[in-house]
């Protein structure tokens, strides 16, 4: 017998509907325009150090008969950059540790600047594979301008006042043509812009202008759980994110906010189907072996996601210890923090990686020994695979004073009968 796991409570989900593309601006609008306040939004971004004097201008608009919200950030000099055409607005070169300590510098919460950090890491990830540099190297053009900034941070504010639990977009429509940035011409997409999209179902030439930035980009890469064209939901509300051009088609960002039905017995959901993580490695071979396993737990203790160590040998035939981290931007500070302070290590390597995976999900099998948490592991909404919990199986065997088998065997014989 199987018990299907409860929602209690309601699941908020936001969707991104980018059939239109998507920009940082369009993003802060369509944000705005399902009902995060406008004063508070301007609150908390008065809370970023930067020389540059900048404020909003938000104002309620139409598109093709779609009424809709409008953002642009007025520089002192009172003109209003367009993200929407971000290759032609006014250039400002900063770099990736510019931008992030700006943002840590500032008195946002931890949540914000955390994922703030994020988008600006994919883009500066992206550059850098793009112009074939480090990313401390990497200078931002026309994402470190003020209105690109204003527009990540702001759109990480509106996320954290939204509180959603589950984000969720649309294969995400790029354009076509060329665009003019400060190299010259260059193709649509923007090099910057096929790179963080990697791995991520996208549409093109539905009008040969540019329709996704490396803003609006990197926002999707940091913040969504599931790609899909999918309405698995129920619509709340609807918002609108207006861009500056007047087009065929609208130009418009559309996000909805929706929830799952409570009465509806789902899945419990632990992962989705993609995710970008990052792993660094560093080369050990004048540590004591001891050392290895405390590093390890206090690695997993500050986030880590897998800690895996292989036999290399170096230089000169001298045998060392490969230590591999995989984790999540936010958890990389601690994590550094954690080499260099417990081991020998005097520098590190870090790379961005794709994860994909299958989706896991829980159920609970009813043995005569007790109940067991089976793990289904689905691709494309059938389950391909199943795992009875170590765990708990070792723990029924202890308990019942049985061999460990003797609970398996068991799992899969209410598995048969069902």
């Not at 490396?214 to 309405?231: E, N, R, S, Y």
């Not at 609807?238 to 789902?266: A, C, K, W």
């Amino acid at each position: 017998m199987e018990e299907m796991i409860s929602v209690g409570d309601l699941m908020k989900v936001l969707y991104y509907d980018c059939f239109a593309g998507i920009s940082g601006d369009m993003n802060l609008g369509a944000l705005v325009d399902l009902g995060v306040d406008v004063e508070f939004l301007k609150e908390e971004l008065s809370k970023i150090n930067m020389d540059d004097a900048f404020h909003l201008e938000v104002y309620k608009g139409m598109k093709n008969g779609i009424s809709g919200t409008k953002v642009d950030v007025v520089l002192g000099d009172n003109h209003a950059h367009k993200m929407d055409d971000h290759h032609e607005h006014h250039h400002h070169e900063r770099n990736y540790k510019t931008i992030k300590d700006i943002i840590e510098s500032s008195a946002l919460s931890s949540k914000v600047k955390a994922l703030s950090i994020k988008m600006f890491y994919e883009v500066a990830l992206a550059e850098g594979k793009v112009h074939n540099k480090a990313i401390e190297e990497v200078h931002f053009h026309e994402v470190g301008a003020v209105d690109s900034i204003i527009d990540i941070i702001g759109s990480a504010i509106c996320l954290e006042v939204l509180n959603v639990d589950y984000i969720m977009s649309s294969s995400i429509q790029l354009g076509g043509g060329f665009v003019q940035c400060q190299h010259g011409k260059i193709p649509v997409p923007a090099p910057a812009t096929t790179e963080i999209l990697k791995g991520i179902p996208v549409k093109m030439g539905l009008v040969e202008k540019e329709m996704t930035t490396p803003t609006g980009a990197a926002i999707l890469k940091a913040t969504v759980d599931k790609f899909t064209d999918i309405h698995d939901f129920v619509i709340e509300k609807t918002g609108y994110g207006l861009g500056t051009r007047t087009l065929d088609i609208p130009n418009v960002l559309r996000v909805y906010l929706g929830e799952f039905i409570e009465s509806q017995e789902v899945e419990h959901y632990e992962t989705c189907e993609y995710d970008q993580q990052i792993m660094i490695e560093t080369n050990i071979d004048d540590m004591n072996a001891e050392l290895f396993n405390y590093i390890e737990e206090r690695l997993f203790e500050q986030g880590a996601l897998d800690v895996y160590k292989t036999p290399i040998i170096m230089k000169k035939g001298r045998p060392a210890i490969q230590l591999s981290i995989l984790m999540k931007l936010e958890q990389r500070s601690a994590i550094l923090e954690t080499i260099f302070n417990e081991s020998t290590s005097g520098g590190v390597r870090e790379y961005s990686v794709t994860k994909h995976m299958m989706t896991k999900s829980y159920r609970v099998v009813k043995t005569l020994y007790g109940d067991v948490q089976v793990k289904d592991y689905s691709r494309n909404g059938q389950v391909i695979k199943s795992k009875a919990e170590y765990e708990v199986c070792a723990r029924l065997a202890k308990e019942h004073k049985v061999p460990i088998q003797t609970i398996y065997d068991a799992v899969n014989l209410e598995e048969k009968s069902r």
